[in-house]
Structures are given as structure tokens and as C-alpha cells.
């Protein structure tokens, strides 16, 4: 083989190698921060295709409805609790800062946090619901196959 072309095809397999593994890292990167989407039912049960449940430390997104008579302020910081459930189930989630004006008790709303022991989330933000003319697909559909109003039977 000539002297040039064995120096070129050195050169092309070192590139690629390279851009193998920039595409490694930056998929590994992106893997640690993603936050699943996970009802109060998929907490407890794991979700219903897979069978997978969240891990304690796992950082995730859980949506349901606001549980009348839950909310507990704590009259020295800006520490609250509140149960948050869909017509299965219920978890507890503890949260410290200023809630969305929206937030109240029956109001669905959405929360950014960490999974801790005995099915409880840390969030690090709480979304509330303000409309009903957009609403995420995976929100929509969990909504739908898990919750309920007044008059109508859960799925």
C-alpha cells in the first residue's frame, strides 16, 4: 500500500474514532440529566408497557392532582408538603420556596424533583396547571387514563 493513501486511511479512522467518542460523551452527558415523566400510580406500581419503576436518587417529573385538606405550611420558612395523587394512588412531595399563584388544592400541577425513601419527592419545582388548551402528550394521556372528576368513573 502506498506510504500516502496508509497515512490518509490513518487519518480518517482517528477522526472517526474521535467523533465516536465526542457522540459517547455527550449521550452520556444528556443521560444523566434526564427527568422522566412518572404519575403517582407509576410511582408505586411502575408504568404499565414496562414494568419500571423509579430508584430512590432518581431525578424525575411526576404529575397528578392536588389532595384537598394535604397542603401543611410551616409557619417559619417557606417549606410546605402536599399530596399529590391520580385515581390509583398517592405520594407525598416536600417542597421549600415560592409556589406558582395558580397553586391550590384540587389543581393539577406538575413537579421537578428527586425520588427519597417511602415514595416521597424533594421537588425542586412545582409547574401549576393554568389552562386546559395545552397540555404535554404524556400529561394529556395520564391525565386521561388516571384521573377523574366528580361524575365520571376512573379508566
Do not use: W
Not at 404499565?48 to 431525578?59: A, D, I, L
Not at 408538603?81 to 389543581?107: K, W
Request: with cysteine; net charge positive; proline share 5%.
Amino acid at each position: 500500500m502506498n506510504p500516502r493513501r496508509k497515512n490518509r486511511l490513518l487519518v480518517a479512522g482517528a477522526v472517526l474514532c474521535g467523533m465516536s467518542l465526542a457522540a459517547g460523551l455527550v449521550l452520556y452527558a444528556l443521560s444523566a440529566s434526564i427527568d422522566l415523566f412518572y404519575t403517582p400510580e407509576e410511582i408505586h406500581f411502575g408504568k404499565r408497557e414496562t414494568g419500571q419503576r423509579p430508584v430512590v436518587g432518581q431525578r424525575l417529573r411526576v404529575g397528578g392532582m392536588v389532595k384537598a385538606g394535604s397542603v401543611k405550611r410551616s409557619t417559619e420558612t417557606l417549606a410546605i408538603a402536599f399530596n399529590l395523587y391520580d385515581a390509583r394512588s398517592e405520594i407525598t412531595v416536600h417542597y421549600t420556596g415560592i409556589l406558582p399563584d395558580l397553586f391550590r388544592e384540587e389543581q393539577g400541577v406538575v413537579v421537578q424533583g428527586e425520588l427519597l425513601p417511602g415514595n416521597v419527592v424533594l421537588a425542586k419545582e412545582v409547574l401549576a396547571k393554568h389552562d386546559e388548551n395545552y397540555t404535554p402528550p404524556e400529561v394529556k394521556k395520564a391525565m386521561q387514563d388516571n384521573h377523574y372528576r366528580a361524575g365520571r368513573e376512573a379508566l
